[in-house]
């Protein structure tokens, strides 16, 4: 009864966004390589996502709706042979004009020195809890690419690091970002995301357990996706990429 329901809902979301184009939609969080994947749905007249929306390629399909560019309410995944729902709910940064959009049962916390801290519901005590956290630093303390080397530096002094995937990201308007894949020894992964704006770098990190990384995928950059700041996408996968994995070089100590 369940996939039923699941499919008949995939299938009368998909159809509420028939009348509209297909766009390209650039996920660099998923793995598969030279696999296209299209988004279908409602956009503003300022190019924000609101209302129905469908996600697909040939081994996914995603639905839910948005509300002025953010995720809200119950999202339907279905990756490869998986199939799970997301419920999505606002989160906000007054004091720099953060919003963004994180699963439900997610409990946000307030810490000295962190924009945002987000600690998964723990599922099993063993295991460590997944969280996911936002710092920002100023440009003159270390600029975006030594900042990425200066992460993978730390996270190898803290962690038994097995491997590293290390992307960077160039916009048509030869705008940059990086994501960084980093797997250590204890069943679990760090995902990192840098980005400029304004002054400042932001690094957004979140680690998952091994289990739940086809998952996590997704939900990491569904929260860069829906992040704005003073109500700008800092992330919008319908633009043109370049995406390059490189060497790290970590950032040398001064």
Known sequence: MKNNSFLFIILALSICSCGHD????????????NKPIFAQGEFTNKGVENGEFTISSDSLLINGKYKQGQKLGTWFYKIDSSEFKINWKSCNVHDINMSFSVPEDWDIY???????????????KKNPR????????????????????????????????????????????????????LELDNN?????YFFEYGDDI?????LTLKQNLNINFFLFFDIIHGMMLNNKKIFSPYKSYQASEFNLVPAENG
């Open 22 to 33: 297909k766009v390209n939609y650039f996920n660099f969080a998923y793995p598969p390589k």
């Open 110 to 124: 307030d810490r000295d020195g962190v924009v945002v801290l987000a600690a998964l519901p723990q599922q099993d």
């Open 188 to 192: 679990t992964h760090f995902l990192f």
């Open 130 to 181: 997944e969280f996911l956290k936002i710092i920002k630093y100023p440009k003159e303390e270390l600029d975006l690419t030594s900042s990425v080397g200066q992460c993978f530096l730390q996270t190898q002094n803290d962690y038994n690091l097995i491997s590293s995937k290390p992307l960077r990201i160039v916009d048509i308007e030869n705008v940059m970002s990086y994501y960084l894949r």
């Open 202 to 206: 932001y690094q957004v990190s979140f």
